[in-house]
């Protein structure tokens, strides 16, 4: 099924690229594939008398896909993308209250999150090394992220409660700051986002009719490998 994705982006885009020799402006696109965590940094996340370890977290490692576009004039361009992500993320909670028999043979809860988004960014960018085959821009922008709320996974362990839903913000916003590395036609990227707005709507649990209001911001840093075509 991956092969036939990227065949067909290949399929699409290579009729794309193409350098405007006139106006000396440059149009370029190209596929990405990569890697990426996830951070929270949460002012708030209690859940059932548990709270979340801020200072421990277990980091998962989800993936990115994606198709870009690329306008340069010289030195400075501007950028856009289609990217698919799939984010893997575990919440580890300790108590509150320590029980009067201490933290032995007691099980600590965590919750396992893995969310699949479409992700459209637009960055502004500028090549401060342009050496032919070498380059290195940076870049930074915007970018909105579309959360495929319906293939969401959501995973309690140890909790009391047996069934627990988190609803999540169809649509975010992060701002990213990234750097290239490129080498002929290939490049290397590495970007760090912040996470502007709250992706938490709520947390309800069925059995006890209760529900959970988080403050929780998404950070992330990846890294990926392209071909510019």
Known sequence: MRKTVLVALLGLLLPLSLVAQGNKFMFN???KI????????NTQFELDGWGYNNKSQNTRIGYTLSAFFRLSKGRPFVQTEALFS??????SFEP??????????MKFPRYRLTTNSIQVPFFL???FVDSAPYKMAVYTGPKAQFIFTTLTKQQFDDFEFSTAKEYLEPLTFNWALGLEVSIANICFNF??????NNT????YIPENNTTFYFNRNVNALSFSLGVIL
């Open 29 to 31: 696109t190209g596929l």
């Open 34 to 41: 990569g890697v990426q965590a996830n951070t929270y940094h």
């Open 86 to 91: 799939t984010a893997k993320s575990n919440f």
């Open 96 to 105: 509150k209250a320590l029980p009067e028999d201490g933290l032995q043979e």
């Open 125 to 127: 960018g500028y090549y």
């Open 191 to 196: 970007m760090y986002e912040l996470g502007m």
């Open 200 to 203: 938490s709507k709520y947390l």
